[in-house]
């Protein structure tokens, strides 16, 4: 065996075993954070992994080990940034008006065609001005219940309100926002 390749296998196997010994003490908290601030959570995972792939391969700009756990969470944070961008959560009309899914916003928007884009923001902005006629209550509602995809028991609790009320509510929700869709514009 040729002494330059044994003493960059060498070189490697020390990188490696580097690597793990300052990984060892922040694996738990760092998956935890991007699994924490990832969005959505199925993409925990590869943005995990990718921070570790990152870090590994740049462990050689790491100046001082002591500050080893905040230069992997700036990476972590980085990634979350960049994976967040990519896979933004899209909000559906199909969810307020159930049974009128031909209005459903696509998660596909970026391969639309400009018309259909344009289109896209219209409606957008059209769900925009009938949600901004609900009270508070019921915006905080919605959020929980379809962006955040929260229990009617998860939602009384931090609402403060039985479950049998929140349920009349979210029904009294949707039809406030039909009727305000046709045109009523207080919804009575």
């Given amino acids: 065996m040729d002494r330059g390749v044994y003493v960059n296998e060498t070189k490697q196997q020390d990188k490696s075993k580097f690597f793990t010994q300052l990984c060892e ?26 921070t570790l792939m990152l870090a590994y ?5 790491l100046r001082d080990e002591k500050k080893f756990k905040s230069w992997i969470f700036t990476i972590g944070r980085r990634e979350i940034v960049r994976f967040n961008k990519r896979y933004k959560k899209e909000f559906f009309i199909d969810d307020v008006f159930p049974e009128r899914s031909e209005n459903l916003i696509p998660r596909d928007a970026d391969i639309r065609s400009l018309e259909e884009q344009i289109l896209l923001e219209e409606e957008k902005e059209k ?62």
Avoid at 30 to 41: C, D, E, Q, T, V
């Fill in 25 to 50: 003490p922040v694996i738990g908290s760092l998956y935890a954070y991007i699994r924490k601030n990832s969005n959505p959570s199925f993409l925990c995972n590869d943005i995990y992994q990718t």
């Fill in 57 to 61: 391969e740049n462990i050689n700009s």
């Fill in 127 to 188: 769900v925009a001005r009938w949600l901004s006629r609900l009270s508070a209550a019921d915006k905080q509602f919605l959020k929980y219940y379809y962006y955040d995809e929260r229990t009617y028991a998860e939602i009384s609790d931090i609402m403060h309100i039985k479950q049998g009320t929140l349920r009349v509510m979210h029904h009294r929700i949707l039809k406030r926002l039909e009727k305000i869709a046709k045109g009523d514009e207080y919804g009575k």
